[in-house]
């Protein structure tokens, strides 16, 4: 019979307790294969038999097949150790520290000006624990030392990437994922409502939006956050936009850009098919998308649309709106 312990949750949704969510947690949770462990930390599977090996430390547990697992605490001690090991300590010195000299170690050392690894290990850390105020605290002291814009694209995007990866393997809780994301969308809203307000002038005037099913908003907030910094008129619609409400909504409005950010695929048909009926919907509009299902379109597309591949592209279009 498997060992349940009870967690009560304040759960936050943009910023609002909406509800008390109480989880259960069992025992069988939060369980990491070694690749899993890989695929988290940069540090190859077979390097870390070798530690196990060779310092006796990084010791896993054992399925009865003899397959290596690792749990929560596991997860979080090697995120530290990789940590420590990419900013220069040697894996023989650090084998010789206790756990807690590990713990305190890669909590005081300072990362380098283009070392962001130690923000995206406490965050995730953090998420796992569901501790809001240690999450905040970390999240406050990266802004103040990277500045907003690398904060979420250099700490923020690949620590979801790794929550996303954790939710896929089944090694996460949604509760857990969607704590992460709260707080990011609230410091964001604060971030965005803090800078001035543009003026329409000029023809150039972007709509955005998610379309039905696109729950991810965090990218989408962070281009309102770009244009909005860069004095660009805007109208956000936010996520989960269906085309007929799009189509009302911009029957009578003047704007010259759609943009629209997709992470997954769950619009109920093809990415191809729905960029072509947004094509055919505003034919005399640029439409322009973002995020991950942007490699799935590998096709001629009309003059009208394009694709924002990477950071670069993104941050090109917020400022003048070209590739």
Not at 1 to 21: A, E, P, R, W
Not at 270 to 286: G, T, V
Not at 298 to 308: F, H, Q, V, Y
């Amino acid at each position: 019979m498997q060992h349940k312990s009870t967690l009560c949750v304040k759960y936050y949704l943009n910023g609002f307790i909406s509800c008390d969510i109480l989880l259960f947690v069992t025992s069988s949770m939060n369980l990491f294969s070694i690749k899993d462990i890989e695929n988290l930390t940069g540090i190859k599977a077979h390097t870390l038999r070798i530690w196990e090996q060779r310092y006796n430390f990084l010791n896993p547990k054992r399925k009865q097949s003899k397959h290596r697992f690792y749990d929560n605490e596991d997860l979080k001690f090697i995120l530290r150790i990789a940590y420590l090991y990419n900013n220069g300590f040697k894996i023989s010195r650090i084998a010789c520290f206790r756990e807690e000299e590990i713990k305190k170690l890669a909590l005081e050392l300072k990362p380098g000006a283009e070392n962001y690894d130690i923000f995206i290990n406490q965050l995730t850390e953090a998420s796992i624990d569901l501790n809001q105020e240690r999450f905040e605290k970390i999240l406050n002291n990266l802004v103040l030392h990277a500045g907003f814009e690398k904060s979420i694209t250099h700490v923020i995007f690949p620590m979801l990437k790794n929550m996303g990866l954790l939710w896929i393997t089944g090694n996460i809780i949604p509760a857990q994922e969607h704590f992460a994301s709260s707080l990011i969308v609230k410091k964001m809203i604060v971030a965005i409502d803090g800078l001035e307000r543009p003026e329409y002038n000029g023809e150039r005037r972007v709509i955005l939006f998610t379309p039905k099913g696109e729950l991810h908003e965090i990218p989408l907030l962070f281009m309102q956050y770009m244009l909005k910094k860069h004095k660009v008129p805007h109208i956000y619609l936010g996520k989960n936009v269906c085309l007929g409400s799009l189509q009302e909504f911009c029957h009578e409005r003047a704007f010259s850009q759609l943009y629209l950010h997709l992470i997954t695929n769950l619009i109920r048909c093809e990415i191809k098919e729905y960029l072509m009926r947004l094509s055919d919907m505003f034919p005399d509009k640029e439409i322009i998308f973002s995020g991950s299902t942007t490699c799935q379109v590998s096709c001629m597309l009309p003059p009208n649309i394009r694709a924002l591949k990477n950071n670069e592209e993104l941050m090109t279009f917020a400022c003048n709106g070209d590739n």
